[in-house]
């Protein structure tokens, strides 16, 4: 579905988390206004359309609620022309309660983003976040009560957390039955108190091959419960790529593109195992499948010598064929130990 954002950098938010910067992670500095809205969609968007307008980086249902209409007011001569399918917000589970739910269903907002972040009492604690996992399941329950999609952001590797938190995070987030998920290994951002925290010694954050590993699993987790994951990492701007905003953590630009090919390598090593050194992809899955900078293939032909894989349309997405037949390589990608 095609997102049209806008950033309210830290509106509405009742204090500042551990990790936090928005201005950093969107790359927009100054917050939207209301009125900046009307004129920069009449730039993008198309005759008709269903996508969605996104209200990002802050928490939306926490400012005023007349700077919350001021913005849908904005929005409504799109939704009522057909060019636009419906409103987007992210906010914080503690900013849902009834009677914010039902100001989003009446003026137009269809998705929903509670960034959950973890549901384990010591991370949410050490992160400033300001209330219990309870209030995840309270708001999510809400929100699809409401008839509204459900999206939940997940930060593996925050302070008290780890890959085994981020593996219960994960199955406290499935059971609530999201619409989709997205997915953020924690990185620590200069300027915040995560990273004095970490200059302190008091944090440790993953390193990349462990970001990898542990959020290649989370997707794998997700595709067996049928969740979609709409975005692994954070995404690249200027200052996290040029590194003068992040003081360390897992940052790559390239970070989903690792996590899926993680678990291509898995599955071609499970095909290789039997013998397989001949495998075809669909040509969209082909960079995935050789990994970033053929990362996968250097892996493989040292392992097991001899290994070729080819382009072929006829392929289905997300599937591999060798000599034995076609595989999606989610069946493929488990873990063997
Ligand atoms: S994580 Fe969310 S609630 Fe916390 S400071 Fe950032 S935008 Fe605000």
Redesign the pocket.
Known sequence: MQVYPFFV??A??????L????EVISGVGDSAQPGDVGAALEKVLPERGDGEVAFY???FT?QPAARQIAFFEAVRPYLESGRLGGIRI???PDGLDPSQVDLLRRHGVRTVEI?C?SFAPEVLETC??GYQAEAVVQAAARVRAAGLRLGLQLMPGLPGGGPREAFESLARALALKPDFLRIYPAVVLKGTGLERLWRQGGFRPLELEEAVEVCAEMLWICHGAGVPVIRMGLQATTGLNDGSVIAAGPYHPAFGQLVRSQLWQRALRRATLQGECEISVHPADFSDAIGHRRKNLQVLQSEFGFIEITRDERIPRGALACSRGRFPIMDLAFYED
């Open positions: 950098t830290h509405g938010c009742p204090q500042r988390c990790f936090c910067r928005q980086g802050g928490s926490l992210s906010t914080r960034g972040q400033r976040r």
